[in-house]
């Protein structure tokens, strides 16, 4: 059961989404915020496999709510769920530690599969979001780390912006999952970022893939 804190200062949002998420057989809402102060303390508290965090909120907002669950929680997997697609909130909020990005545009259907994606490992972000790191990122004259990364690196670098777990990496490269974590772990070192999510955005700005 994957189980889940929705930080949301909408009742109706929080009513409909939590209501879909709880007739799902895998997924349990567990805990449930109106703003950021309290979305800490309950991640805190209840160590949920999944936050659904909003960005605007009263108290404290999902960056900052988002910064400090995952400076005190590093494992923490954060799902920004929001209306917002301005650069002063993209950016931050990933920067901040979540995982994955989505719209409140998105189906209820579409959330609980990025529940699942990300509880699995993978970095969901909406084309629109991806399409604006890509833009704010991408910076002439910045190292070019990626060339540090064997041919079998790169590999696993664009299976991981695919979405693809370490399970998913060993079997379509025919390597045991170990060996994978070890590419992966290795990935992340030699681009010098912490996460899955920075690597895939570090592939994207430097158009590794197409």
Do not use: C
Not at 118 to 146: A, C, F, N
């Amino acid at each position: 059961m994957i189980t889940v804190l929705f930080a949301d200062d909408h009742e109706m949002v929080r009513i409909g989404v939590s209501a879909y998420l709880s007739a799902q057989p895998d997924i349990e809402v567990i805990a449930e915020a109106v703003d950021g102060k309290t979305a800490v303390e309950l991640a805190l508290e209840h160590r949920p496999d999944i936050i659904l965090m909003d960005l605007v909120m009263e108290e404290m907002d999902g960056i900052e709510a988002t910064e400090r669950i995952t400076k005190q929680w590093p494992e923490a997997k954060v799902i920004i769920v929001t209306s917002f697609l301005d650069d002063e909130k993209v950016y931050p909020a990933l920067e901040a530690g979540a995982t994955s990005y989505m719209l409140k545009t998105s189906k209820a259907e579409e959330i609980a599969k990025a529940i699942r994606s990300t509880y699995e490992g993978q970095s969901i972000l909406e084309p629109e979001v991806t399409g604006k790191i890509m833009t704010k990122m991408r910076t002439p004259g910045d190292p070019v780390l990626h060339e540090r990364l064997t041919e079998r690196e790169k590999e696993v670098l664009l299976l991981m912006a695919e979405g693809k777990t370490n399970q998913e990496i060993s079997e379509q490269l025919f390597i045991a999952l170990k060996t994978a974590k070890v590419h992966v772990s290795n990935v992340l070192g030699k681009l010098e970022v912490s996460d899955r999510t920075q690597a895939v955005i570090y592939a994207f700005k430097h158009d590794l893939v197409k």
